[in-house]
């Protein structure tokens, strides 16, 4: 038994507990581009104490996560969800198809489609729009970053919750539906009182999940917007990264990159923690209490 698990177990061990492992201990040190292990204990995150960027940055991670899992992740992907699972199969398959393309490009392709979008310049697509209605163009970065990642980010990450949704939905069985129509119940009080309910757990596990997943996103961001105009779009994830691999001018502060991901982890683990209570998943995943046969 042990032969067969050992590919799985050297995998754990080589890519998880490892590098978490190196991960704790660089948060100890003030390592840099030296790559010297000078232990210096706490010093990191007692620096992070008097960081005059990290309340601005912690407030731009917060907003982003709120923002892009309220209004795209999940509200967005069930709204996908419920029209295209009402309109006719076929057509309700093309159209997740055709959203999910993103989802299936590359990162940098799909940074590039959204920087011509969102050229300064009258040949941006949106600026051309505006300049054929008579208006100037307008610096969508420079002027509006956070909605930019919100708009970036959410856009591709809404076809998560909507795959997921539409699943359940279709899992629904008709007879409830049925019933509801009988009973004079209209298109919106079907999905109030009988959609809503009984895809409540697939809603709570697509937030969780994708709170998480924001948390550690930044691959958008980066390639848009930078984290500019001077840290206005540069959430935690991508401050981490800047200090230890920024390019050419990064400071290659790998012992204080090492204790923010740590801080960002332990912030993730709080979450978790907070949906598992709160949401009560302990009961989603409890055995039935009528026995099916």
Known sequence: MLLFLSPAIITVLVFYVVPAILTVTMALTNMDYRFQWNFIGLGNFRRMLNDFLLPGILRVTFLYVIGTLGIFNVTFGLILALVTTSVGERAGR????LWLLPRFTPPVVYGIIWLWILDP?????????????????????????LGVIIVTNGIIGASFGMLIFTAAIRSIPRELHWAARVD?????????????????????????????????????????????????S????????????????????FGYGS???????????????????????????????????
């Open 94 to 97: 093309f159209f997740r198809s």
């Open 259 to 293: 204790a923010m991901a740590l801080v960002l982890v332990i912030i993730g683990l709080i979450a978790a923690i907070t949906y598992w209570r709160v949401f009560r998943f302990r009961a989603m995943m409890a055995e039935p209490l009528i026995e099916v046969v």
């Open 184 to 232: 004079g119940a209209g298109l919106f009080q079907d999905i109030r009182y009988i959609t809503l309910p009984q895809i409540r757990w697939p809603i709570l596990f697509v937030t969780a999940y994708q709170t998480l997943s924001l948390l550690t996103s930044y691959e958008y961001i980066l390639i848009i917007t930078k984290g500019g105009p001077y840290f206005a």
């Open 234 to 253: 540069t959430v935690w994830a991508l401050y981490t990264y800047n200090l230890c691999f920024g390019g050419y001018y990064a400071p290659y502060q």
């Open 121 to 145: 310049t009258k040949h941006g697509l949106l600026n051309s729009v505006r300049v054929a209605m008579g208006l100037r163009p307008v610096d969508w970065i420079l002027n509006y970053p």
